[in-house]
């Protein structure tokens, strides 16, 4: 089977994008372990598929699967870059549009200068909900992986552990990160982010991704780090976090409110592959 593709990336967080409307796929966990292959494959952190919406507020359905070939609930640099797509490939003229997700909805924005601006709803707090296994909500846990560590934990349609470094140039990203992933009070694993705090509007950040490892910027981990710092009262409503791969901003109003985030996106080429 030949399959066309578009390779892209935001802040270097690097993506095969798939048109799954105008073409017809049957693809499983192997097929998106070879494309994410860097030797053998296209190579990209994870495989984004456009597909039609299966509700009827919704302009598209947008699934996600890490280089392990597991999908997963949401990504935000994948979410500016699935919106640049679905624009560059004529399969919508809007600016912005409603995209179903294995989280809910979520409605990102073409803005004038190129850049991708993402509703990416509230966040959520609650446990059971992110899922993290805790008695009760608090604004911090300590997490035993051999030595406490004090993280914040929340999910942004997916899960994140936030914990804070004085140097994230220094901190411990390839040790601690798999054994935070895949602790037992994760019940399906979480994304890691470490956050070094700068001032009030600006932020450091790394991000070991679940079934990924790190990679060079995360949208969703650029929300949960900057909510997480924001909750406690150490940043202001609006932030720049700095990833590997570049900037974003995100910005917050409080609970209850949805997390905006802006960014750049960018393609890289496009192609055809036999899988």
């Known amino acids: 089977m030949k399959l066309r593709f ?36 296209v190579g990209c952190d994870q495989i984004l598929l456009v597909e039609a919406a299966t509700r009827p507020d919704a302009d598209f359905r947008y699934r996600i699967f890490n280089a392990d070939g597991g999908e997963v609930q949401q990504c935000g640099n994948g979410a500016r870059c699935f919106t640049r797509f679905v624009r560059d490939h004529g399969l919508t003229d809007k600016r912005e549009i409603r995209v179903e997700t294995a989280s809910g909805l979520i409605v990102p924005r073409l803005e004038t200068d190129g850049q991708v601006t993402v509703d990416m709803g509230p966040p959520r707090f609650e446990p059971a909900e992110i899922p993290f296994v805790a008695d009760t909500r608090a604004v911090t846990y300590v997490l035993d992986i051999g030595q406490p560590v004090e993280i914040a934990v929340l999910s942004m349609g997916n899960p994140h552990a936030v914990l804070e470094t004085c140097n994230v140039d220094t ?3 390839a040790e601690w990160g798999p054994l935070i992933e895949r602790h037992p009070r994760f019940p399906e694993r979480v994304n890691v982010g470490f956050m070094q705090l700068l001032h009030r509007r600006a932020i450091k950040l790394r991000v070991f991704e679940r079934g990924t490892g790190e990679t060079l910027a995360c949208g969703t981990g650029a929300c949960a780090a900057a909510v997480a710092g924001m909750i406690r009262g ?26 905006f985030m802006t960014g750049p996106t960018a393609v890289v080429f496009e192609g055809e592959i036999e899988i």
């Open 171 to 173: 901190a411990p990203v």
């Open 234 to 259: 150490l940043l202001d409503h609006e932030v720049e976090v700095q990833t590997r791969g570049g900037r974003l901003t995100i910005r917050w109003d409080g609970e209850g409110r949805s997390v």
């Open 6 to 41: 578009t390779k892209m990336h935001g802040l270097g967080n690097d993506f095969v994008v798939i048109d799954g409307i105008n073409q017809r796929l049957e693809l499983s966990p192997e097929h998106f372990r070879f494309l994410a292959d860097r030797h053998f494959g």
